[in-house]
């Protein structure tokens, strides 16, 4: 069992950057660097989106084109997190923002996908509001 948690949230102005982090806790067996590791956002009243996705070696990623040029997702397998870098934040990116692993997909490329049933494991998610 994996238990994920999502750190470095907050309140921040149009234009402003965040970066979140996500890494394993607890009494795990499991490294993050054996999963594909995603983000994905809900805002109030929406549905979620995926907005990012990495594969467990780093070497690919995807992003939601709401997003692409302005966050930008990485890992450390050394220090086992995941990091996504927020720039140029707007009003529209407030929502919870969820760090989320499942295994890789077994392709001749690696790869990942930004699709929920893609994902087995969910972290509670941090907070993100844009605001002046």
């Known amino acids: 069992q994996l238990e994920l948690v999502e750190s470095g949230g907050g309140l921040v102005q149009p234009g402003g950057s965040l970066r979140l982090s996500c890494a394993a806790s607890?009494?795990?067996?499991?490294?993050?660097?054996?999963?594909?590791i995603g983000w994905f956002r809900q805002a109030p009243g929406k549905e979620r989106e995926g907005v990012s996705c990495i594969t467990s070696s780093g070497g690919s990623t995807d992003y939601a084109d709401s997003v692409k040029g302005r966050f930008t997702i990485s890992r450390d397998n050394a220090k086992k997190k995941v990091y996504l870098q927020m720039n140029r934040l707007k009003a529209e990116d407030t929502a919870i923002y969820y760090c989320v692993a499942g295994p890789p997909i077994k392709t001749a490329q690696p790869m990942c996908v930004r699709k929920e049933w893609e994902y087995d494991y969910w972290g509670h998610g941090t907070q993100v509001t844009v605001s002046s």
């Open positions: 607890g009494d795990t067996l499991d490294d993050l660097d054996d999963y594909n």
